[in-house]
């Protein structure tokens, strides 16, 4: 069953404050979540230093850059980056309508997993609005290929990852994650995955202006013999890596602006793939449906949902 079924649209029952650093600027950088009210969604406010705002909305056509992180907005004055693991939070509790105040160019990278916003929203709440939630179901396959990576949707009555990755490192290798996504699962087998580096790539990042707030508190890091040099060493035996991949899926298409029902596929992804995948998916009208639930249930399956105006609700617009 998809995150979340339960009927109605649900929002936090009080601000929530986080401080950190952020993994590409290294520079401080706090963000509040705060209630909002049904049908606004998910709303990333950035403050900057004049005290002046800029608003972008948390869906597909606001994606700009891909290529290290998913960040909202085109122009780098006003975007937001890294929110990745920030939307897995949200989408695994199923969280429809929030403002994310950001006084900073990104998310706290916090110790790169999504767990600590997890346990900030866990602290203060989850809220029933009374306001029927929508969702997006997939109808047909829909699949982008590039070079050897591909991803795909597919119709399934449920809310499904099945990611794969194939790195040419024998400490990483081939690795799969496959699973209906629940907040229990999210919570259990990929909220703690952390964003990963190799130490070969540390002085081309630094040289290009990205990962300077990254360190052995927030990421694992690889050594050039092919051992991860953090004490700790991994938090998933063996998988971390493929685990955090499906994280960050997560995330990014929580950008479809609505839960989806059905399954994600992919094979050596990334963020760039899961936004364009996602893209696709949502450029085709036949390709999918918006519903809502007959009747508020703790849970339901597919004869209680039905299908709604879609034009009414895009929740991938700006």
């Known amino acids: 069953m998809a995150i979340g079924l339960l009927g109605f649209q649900t929002t936090i029952a009080s601000p929530v404050t986080l401080s950190g650093i952020g993994v590409h600027s290294g520079v401080p950088v706090s963000i509040t979540f705060h209630p909002a009210d049904a049908e606004a969604g998910i709303v990333f406010q950035r403050v900057h230093e004049d005290g002046s705002l800029s608003e972008l909305?948390?869906?597909s056509s606001q994606v700009g850059n891909t290529d290290l992180c998913t960040v909202l907005g085109t122009n780098p004055a006003h975007s937001v980056a890294t929110i990745e693991h920030v939307m897995a939070a949200l989408y695994s509790l199923g969280i429809d309508?929030?403002?994310v105040e950001v006084h900073g160019a990104e998310m706290p990278i916090m110790d790169g997993s999504s767990r600590p916003?997890?346990?900030a929203i866990e602290q203060v709440g989850i809220v029933n609005l009374g306001v029927k939630r929508r969702y997006i179901r997939v109808l047909k396959p829909v699949r982008i290929e590039a070079g050897a990576s591909w991803s795909e949707f597919r119709p399934y009555d449920g809310t499904r990852f099945e990611v794969e990755i194939d790195?040419?490192?024998?400490?990483?290798g081939r690795q799969s994650w496959k699973g209906d996504l629940t907040a229990a699962t999210f919570k259990d087998e990929l909220s703690r995955a952390r964003t990963f580096g190799f130490m070969r790539d540390v002085e081309r990042l630094w040289a290009a202006g990205f990962a300077l707030g990254s360190s052995l508190e927030n990421s694992v890091v690889i050594s050039d013999d092919n051992t991860v040099i953090n004490v700790e060493g991994l938090r998933y035996s063996g998988d971390e890596f493929v685990r955090h991949k499906t994280l960050d899926a997560v995330g990014d298409l929580a950008l479809a602006g609505a839960q989806f029902i059905g399954?994600?596929?992919?094979?050596?992804?990334?963020h760039k793939m899961n936004a364009n995948a996602l893209k696709a998916l949502l450029s085709d009208p036949t390709a999918y449906e918006v519903v809502e639930t007959q009747i508020p249930r703790q849970r339901v399956g597919a004869r209680d949902l039905i299908a709604v105006n879609a034009p009414g609700f895009a929740p991938w617009s700006a």
């Open 97 to 99: 309508n929030i403002l």
């Open 167 to 172: 790195f040419d490192n024998p400490l990483i």
């Open 117 to 119: 916003f997890i346990e």
């Open 263 to 270: 399954c994600y596929r992919s094979y050596r992804g990334g």
């Open 57 to 59: 909305r948390a869906v």
